[in-house]
């Protein structure tokens, strides 16, 4: 009951286009759900988080929408660029268990020039 | 502000070995976790600490343990080493209690021959 899952797997967009990456969850005891952003040879940055009693956040070109009684909530990127190509996770986190993150399996987005 | 620092970035071990990756937890975080990025997935939590003991723990076996210092750095030890161990190791930190989510080292990146 801890899974998230994520998809696409994979995300190839023109550059000024709109980037949607979607994941679902299971455990109804997630309290946090938090984006990250992760370049070849890094480690994941955090880019944008919601908390489920907010619908949608929005942070300069990204926007994370919620959905909580579908267990759903998604990654947009407004006009994406060539900068934004990168493996993105979303990521779930438990009210009574600290720190302690359930990741999905990744998208890897390309934007075209 | 220093970030999350881990060392060594890359190492190779043999099957059966013993290996032990470290940890500089940013300045001002008081828990550290370690996470495991097999190739192409997402991180997988392996535990964390807050002040010096294990306060959270994943679906690993008990030959993966650490230790968190006074100074809130941190090692993690991977005892009787399986192929399967080779991945990126992750190191995070943060304030129990942050609204703001991990930073992550650049991680290390273990190959088990």
């Known amino acids: 009951q801890q899974q998230v899952k994520q998809s696409p797997q994979s995300l190839i967009v023109q550059k000024g286009g709109i980037s949607i990456i979607n994941c679902a969850y299971e455990?109804?005891?997630?309290?946090?759900f938090p984006w990250y952003q992760q370049f070849p040879g890094k480690g994941p940055a955090l880019l944008i988080a919601i908390r489920p009693d907010v619908s949608e956040k929005k942070e300069g070109r990204f926007t994370i929408s919620f959905n909580k009684s579908a267990k759903q909530f998604s990654l947009h990127i407004m006009d994406s660029q060539p900068g934004d190509s990168a493996t993105y996770f979303c990521?779930?986190?438990?009210?009574?268990?600290?720190?302690?993150?359930?990741f999905g399996g990744g998208t890897r987005l390309m934007v075209k020039p | 502000e220093t970030g999350v620092t881990q060392s060594p970035t890359h190492l190779i071990k043999t099957r059966g070995q013993q290996v032990t990756l470290r940890c500089s937890s940013q300045s001002g975080h008081n828990t550290v976790s370690w996470y495991q990025q097999a190739l192409g997935q997402g991180p997988q939590f392996i535990f964390q600490y807050y002040r010096e003991e294990e306060n959270g723990r994943g679906n690993f076996p008990p030959r993966f343990s650490g230790l968190q210092f006074p100074n809130y750095s941190s090692e993690l030890n991977v005892n009787a080493l399986e192929l399967d161990d080779s991945a990126l190791y992750l190191c995070a930190s943060s304030l129990l209690t942050s609204n703001y989510g991990y930073t992550f080292g650049s991680g290390t990146r273990l190959t088990v021959v």
């Open positions: 455990n109804t005891a997630f309290d946090y």
């Open positions: 990521a779930a986190r438990p009210n009574n268990a600290g720190n302690m993150l359930t």
